[in-house]
């Protein structure tokens, strides 16, 4: 069966799709015991995959911050079964083309998730100090008052660099936008850009901050 790919399609995938998860033996149990309401929980999935999807904005959440409250129950293996899940859904109701690019999108916010739960559980995926090799070019130091506007409002690092972002003093917040995620850094923390990724950065309060530009992969 094909289904349109619009905001209606979108509802009855969701809906299909976290039908399945609530029954599966591995992941059902997790995501049972964290959504006490569905028919909400369906409602704000599909304003999320309308906002990937469409680039609507109709999802206002934190997705990581939903994921990290539960980081000790998750594993890597759940979100394989999360991605097989979501395949098995996708090219049942959609066409092929539509389906590939609905599963491109579930594997980078998988991943995205990946990361964050590893960074809450203190695995290494953003870093305190280390050696690195020397960037082509650094940004002056910002504070609060000096952050340029360009950088809290969503911007693209070129391609072919890649852009870390690292905290001196106080805290921030690194959003990206697609897949949408936040990512709080304190001082001594630093996360990195990956080439072409939309982001940008929160403050709210007294910070300093630079940002290093590598022209090959830096260490995570």
């Given at each position: ?193 990956a080439p072409g990724e939309t982001h940008w950065i929160e403050i709210t309060g007294p910070m300093r901050m630079q940002v290093d530009f590598h022209d090959s992969e830096p260490p995570v």
């Amino acid at each position: 069966m094909t289904t349109t790919m619009d905001e209606a399609g979108l509802a009855v995938l969701v809906e299909r799709f976290y039908g399945k998860v609530r029954q599966d033996d591995l992941i059902g149990p997790v995501f049972n015991r964290a959504v006490d309401d569905w028919p909400h929980h369906f409602t704000t999935l599909t304003r999320f995959w309308s906002s990937v999807m469409f680039t609507t904005g109709r999802y206002k959440g934190n997705p990581v911050a939903a994921h990290v409250r539960h980081a000790r129950e998750i594993t890597p293996v759940m979100f394989e079964r999360w991605l097989s899940l979501w395949g098995e859904t996708t090219t049942e109701m959609f066409s092929a083309e539509e389906a590939k690019v609905l599963q491109e999108k579930a594997a980078r916010i998988a991943e995205s998730l990946k990361l964050a739960i590893g960074f809450h559980l203190g695995e290494p995926t953003v870093t305190g100090p280390r050696a690195r090799p020397a960037p082509y070019r650094s940004t002056p130091i910002f504070d609060q008052d000096t952050l340029p506007p360009g950088l809290r409002r969503d911007h693209r690092t070129k391609a072919g660099t890649s852009g870390v972002i690292r905290v001196l003093e106080g805290a921030l917040t690194l959003h990206f936008t697609d897949p949408p995620r936040a990512l709080p850094l304190e001082a001594g923390q630093s996360a990195t850009a990956a080439p072409g990724e939309t982001h940008w950065i929160e403050i709210t309060g007294p910070m300093r901050m630079q940002v290093d530009f590598h022209d090959s992969e830096p260490p995570v």
